[in-house]
């Protein structure tokens, strides 16, 4: 199957968003930032339709809207006495929206709607891969050399800020990065189901309890795993590419949730029920 | 004259419009909750995992309200019951848990072959495709989550704006909170076949908004959510007849542009 120059791509694809969203995820989990995600990736949609409509590169312009989005609601949730979440649900729903009633005055949308929605794997050119692998190689080269200041954000911002971190630019410079990230993944799992990778992979890191360093390596791995045998199951079976790799982390994830119970119950010290009545 | 009133000569104009001012008011009415709670996230999560529900029950053949609302109701026992386990950061165990649900439904679907008009209603809504039936199911059970909801008013109440001292009070907020994030499911599962999986939580999160940068008071609040989400939901509906686009997609445009206006004012007048 890999004889196919499109499941090549495909492949090189899911490596890197695997790796990319298992970077990302591991902050996105950290920082419980898993429906800022979701908010960003599906306002992403609103930004890919005007980009059809008016003829640009829709993964320009819905990275683009993504960044605006995300922003909007940072700023909004700062300086107003609604909640954040609530204002990420007005935010991404009012897009998405947009996005639907943008895709639907172009005739034969659907097609279109659904691969921006849940990916398209074949829609992957030699061009657009290059694109995104130097796109994602700045973001963790980003990530990484901000690694520790965003470490000591997660974990007290008001002692970043009196060491003199910048606190506020680190945590904008997240969301764009998230931002860009969802863009990244769209041809491969659609804005609908990124979110499932940036949190499934970060979350299977913290149930092994490593140090974070370990956290983020597991997270790349997993994603990048998932990607993988999603994409190979996806091609044998005649499933669509997205859900497949999703199940496949997934899948990961509840063996994970097992083995971590299981050793749970074994290390109970059996001192505990002699201390019973 | 006679163009406004065109589109009530027909019988699915009138039953969408009928059907979308009752989702609009019982999803503001279950919304103001949902949003002083901060449980949008649940309230999107919920409506994510019942696509999921929706493909099986549309390929099995079973009835879409008796599948996907079973399949919204194990969801919501899910997500509370994992909601409240420090394993894994709750938003992260939400997310999981909603995320494997609908791509569930994304990888069924694919290969049932044909991404046909039954997935995208599932997906925004289809207003066209309201039966006199479904209009009873949706009317009698958002009667049934409003009497609940009005029937547990004072636990409501108590345990959203003081969760620790309401238990000393005989209130327990577990509970309550189980039974609302059902209601939530309820409310969801009837307003999927209007605005669709990806489109319902803007009716349940902006009008309660709007409605409390109107008002300070919680009783006012409670009374104008659900009239600014039927207001809203009828304008949209009537507004897609003549622009001819998805009539989901332009209620929740209608709700925030209304939202972009009042939001809007308030920040020129610069009141807080």
Redesign the interface.
């Known amino acids: 199957m890999f004889d196919f120059a499109f499941m090549q791509r495909a492949l090189a694809a899911a490596v890197l968003v695997g790796v990319l969203c298992g970077i990302l995820g591991f902050f996105?989990?950290l920082r419980?930032l898993?429906?800022i995600?979701?908010g960003i990736s599906?306002s992403a949609i609103g930004g890919v339709a005007i980009g059809i409509l008016a003829g640009w590169n829709p993964l320009l312009t819905g990275a683009v809207f993504a960044i605006a989005v995300a922003l909007g609601i940072a700023l909004v949730s700062r300086s107003?006495?609604?909640?954040e979440?609530?204002v990420?649900?007005?935010f991404f729903?009012?897009s998405?929206?947009?996005g639907?009633?943008l895709f639907?005055?172009k005739s034969g949308y659907?097609q279109d709607l659904?691969s921006y929605?849940?990916g398209n794997v074949l829609a992957i050119s030699t061009v657009e891969l290059v694109a995104l692998a130097c796109a994602s190689a700045v973001i963790m080269v980003i990530m990484l050399l901000t690694f520790k200041e965003h470490m000591l954000i997660s974990f007290d911002e008001e002692v970043a800020a009196a060491y003199g971190h910048k606190v506020l630019a680190m945590n904008v410079l997240l969301l764009v990065v998230l931002a860009l990230t969802v863009v990244i993944g769209v041809r491969l799992v659609g804005l609908?189901?990124i979110?499932?990778l940036l949190?499934?992979p970060?979350?299977i890191a913290?149930?092994w309890a490593l140090n974070f360093r370990w956290q983020v390596l597991l997270a790349t791995l997993i994603g990048a795993l998932s990607g993988v045998v999603g994409l190979v199951l996806a091609y044998q079976?005649?499933?669509?590419a997205?859900?497949?790799i999703?199940?496949v982390a997934?899948a990961l994830?509840f063996i994970t949730?097992l083995a971590?119970f299981i050793h749970r119950q074994f290390r109970t010290p059996p001192s505990v029920s002699l201390d019973q009545p | 004259m006679n163009t406004l009133l065109e589109p009530f000569a027909y019988e699915f104009f009138r039953n969408g419009m009928i059907a979308s001012v009752i989702v609009g008011a019982v999803c503001g009415y279950v919304g103001v909750y949902v949003v002083l709670r901060r449980m949008s996230y649940i309230g999107h999560g919920l409506a994510h995992a019942l696509f999921g529900g929706a493909v099986l029950s549309t390929i099995v053949g079973v009835n879409f309200f008796i599948g996907a609302g079973v399949w919204a109701l194990v969801s919501a026992v899910l997500i509370h019951l994992i909601s409240h386990r420090r394993l894994v950061g709750a938003d992260a165990a939400i997310g999981v848990v909603t995320t494997s649900s609908f791509a569930l439904g994304v990888a069924v679907v694919s290969t049932y072959r044909r991404f046909t008009l039954d997935f995208e209603a599932a997906l925004f809504g289809n207003l066209l495709g309201i039966t006199p039936t479904d209009l009873w199911v949706i009317a009698l059970t958002s009667a049934a989550v409003a009497f609940v909801m009005i029937v547990i008013r004072h636990e409501l109440l108590f345990s959203t704006f003081d969760p620790e001292v309401a238990p000393v009070y005989g209130i327990s907020t577990g509970r309550t909170e189980l039974i609302f994030i059902l209601l939530l499911a309820v409310t969801v599962v009837a307003s999927t076949r209007i605005l669709g999986v990806t489109l319902v939580s803007a009716a349940v999160v902006i009008p309660p908004v709007i409605g409390r940068y109107l008002t300070q008071r919680f009783q006012t609040l409670l009374l104008i959510t659900p009239v600014i989400g039927a207001v809203c939901a009828a304008t949209g509906m009537y507004l897609s007849y003549f622009i001819d686009i998805s009539s989901g997609a332009m209620i929740v445009l209608t709700f925030a542009l209304v939202f972009f206006l009042v939001g809007g004012r308030r920040w020129l007048r610069g009141t807080r």
């Open positions: 996105v989990v419980r898993a429906f995600g979701v599906h107003d006495n609604i909640s979440d609530t990420i649900g007005v729903s009012g998405m929206a947009l639907v009633v639907s005055m659907q659904f929605l849940f609908l189901l979110q499932a949190v499934v970060a979350a913290t149930l079976f005649d499933l669509a997205g859900g497949s999703v199940m997934v994830f949730l971590h």
